[in-house]
């Protein structure tokens, strides 16, 4: 079992930054590496539906969206065959930027960036989230 604990989340004005982190640790059942595997981060804000922002793939292959090119970096950090660290770096926090911010793995071992990125209710294995509230 793979788990996924997300830390970082917090108050702060606009134009501030923060850093998000997401531990993941355990064995698949056939104890693949987690570094072949892609993770991501989403986002909720109330009344809104789940948005894809970021994921990277066993490659370091990235995939940004939109909203947040050139603002937000993701990066991981394979430390451990059984635990692995995924980490969105956020600048220039903007009020919209106000959400619920979870990590996810990606099991499946063909996974890719840009398919992860493209299904954010994909079947994948979730953290509890981290609230990031940006005021002015």
């Known amino acids: ?7 970082g989340g917090a108050s702060v004005q606009t134009g501030g930054s923060l850093r998000l982190s997401c ?6 059942y056939n104890k693949i590496p987690l570094r072949a595997f892609c993770f991501g981060w989403f986002r909720q804000a109330p ?12 490659r370091g292959d990235t995939e940004l969206a939109d909203s947040v090119k050139g603002r937000f970096t993701i990066s991981r950090d394979n430390e451990e065959d059984h635990k692995n660290s995924v980490y969105l770096q956020m600048n220039n926090l903007k009020f919209e930027d106000s959400a619920v911010y979870y990590c996810a793995i990606d099991l499946h071992y063909d996974c890719d960036a ?3 990125r493209a299904r954010p209710n994909g079947s994948y294995t979730w953290g509890q989230g981290t609230t990031v509230t940006v005021s002015s």
């Open 1 to 7: 079992e793979v788990n996924l604990v997300e830390s």
């Open 23 to 28: 531990v993941g640790s355990g064995y698949t």
């Open 114 to 116: 840009t398919s992860m």
């Open 47 to 58: 009344g809104k539906v789940r948005e894809s922002l970021a994921t990277i793939d066993s």
